[in-house]
């Protein structure tokens, strides 16, 4: 077995394997991880993994609060986020809750490392899914643009799972396999894929 199979079979290697794909992705911006769909009650949405925290468990994601999904996202309401690489033929389905920041510290240390160009969408002159008859009208310029207005609008939904499941696809057999957590103690299973 090529050794960048370890996990194959091994429940182990695979969460390893899961938990290094997720840090990785919050910084390579060609990882599919780094865009995967967070599913919230009302709709499904592709977000940027801006943080990845394996000893809490958690994702990190920013959004707009003007935006319909805000109103989802509460009280530890359940989510998934899910992703598909073809090319490592992965595919992560993670359950967890979500709940909101806005205006608090963890918001704040999020805005302040964000880059100019992220903060700028913030600034857009109305809400994410509004009708509007003219879309050059709210294209944005930066130069035209005080970018720290944005901090308004600007929100982190905390993603905290405990439950994972992983799949890989190979033609000699599938590999599937579920992590659940209750507390901090972790149930690794396989699962027929
Ligand atoms: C590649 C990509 C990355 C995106 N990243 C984010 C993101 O990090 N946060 C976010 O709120 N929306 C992001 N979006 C837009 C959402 O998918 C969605 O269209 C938007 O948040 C409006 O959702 P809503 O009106 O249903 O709440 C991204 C879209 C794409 C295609």
Redesign the pocket.
Known sequence: MNSDLDFYNSLELSLKYTEDLLMDAVTNSKSIFH?PTLCISD?P????LREFNKEKRFLR????LR????SSVNNNVVAYVHAYDPEIKVQLRIKGKVNLHKKDERTLQAWESSRDMSKLCYSVKGS??QVISDPTEYDLVKSEIDVEQGYENFGLIIFEYDEIEFLFLKNIGHRRSKFSWINNNVAMEWLIP
């Open positions: 865009s709709s949405r592709t977000v940027v994601f920013h959004t707009d935006s319909n999904k805000i994410p899914g």
